[in-house]
């Protein structure tokens, strides 16, 4: 079965320095990988996904993520935040025979002025 | 154009009660998802629809939880007897076909209180 693992529940950093969310998985098939955002008050946005190809992945806002099939990870990083990415992010999985999505607890990313 | 809704956006119910929540998905999508996020946590998979039928709904905890989709479009999500742990935030989202990449659309959310 999949499952994602994202450590850290929170990460506060400093305006306009770099973050890096973290996210493992687990699965022994391939998958397709996808961070969401959700800001305050506000549904779920899809930020990236990678399906296949380049190992790195560009999204909205700033953001990318590098897809490490050797580490089973998908991390999220952004090389300078602004106090409007204060939001939590979720990484989720999903496979080839199912259209569901697997979901990571989340990491509230904490921005401090 | 119109994104994922959902009503109502609170719902307050009594332990053992029925409810049901509404979704509509953007216009013409086929697939439609439901999810349940609990405080503190990523949302948890329930059922998944291609078209009227259920595809997947191999996430609903138990037979109190049901869902249809009777044209295609708009989904309800019904609970009976509602209990106390059935308390979470219920998520709906669309994708425009089947494929496991599609990018799925989510509605705001229904946050469902049993008291």
């Known amino acids: 079965a999949q499952s994602v693992t994202q450590l850290d529940s929170q990460v506060p950093v400093f305006e306009e320095a770099p973050v890096e969310l973290r996210c493992n998985y687990s699965?022994?098939?391939?998958?397709?990988l996808f961070w969401y955002v959700q800001y305050p008050n506000q549904g779920l946005q899809l930020l990236l996904k990678?399906?296949?190809?380049s190992t790195l992945v560009k999204g909205i806002n700033g953001f990318e993520a590098e897809f490490n099939k050797s580490q089973t990870s998908f991390h999220l990083r952004k090389p300078s935040v602004h106090i409007s990415d204060t939001a939590e992010y979720f990484c989720?999985?999903?496979?080839?025979?199912?259209?569901?999505?697997?979901w990571g607890a989340g990491t509230k990313l904490i921005i401090k002025p | 154009g119109a994104g994922v809704s959902q009503t109502p956006s609170n719902k307050v119910t009594e332990k053992g009660k029925y409810v049901e929540l509404r979704c509509d998905p953007i216009?013409?999508?086929?697939?439609l998802y439901w999810y349940r996020q609990s405080l503190g946590q990523g949302p948890e998979f329930l059922i998944y629809?291609?078209?009227?039928?259920?595809?997947?709904d191999s996430g609903l905890p138990n037979d109190r939880f049901f869902a249809v989709r009777p044209e295609g479009s708009v989904s309800t999500l019904k609970i009976q007897r509602t209990e106390r742990g059935d308390s979470a935030v219920y998520l709906c989202?669309?994708?425009?076909?089947?494929?496991?990449?599609?990018?799925?659309?989510f509605g705001p959310g229904t946050r469902l209180t049993v008291t």
């Open positions: 989202a669309s994708s425009a076909g089947r494929g496991a990449g599609m990018k799925q659309y």
């Open positions: 216009s013409g999508h086929t697939a």
């Open positions: 629809f291609q078209g009227t039928g259920a595809a997947d």
């Open positions: 699965s022994s098939v391939s998958v397709y």
């Open positions: 990678y399906l296949s190809g």
């Open positions: 989720a999985v999903s496979g080839d025979s199912n259209y569901q999505l697997i």
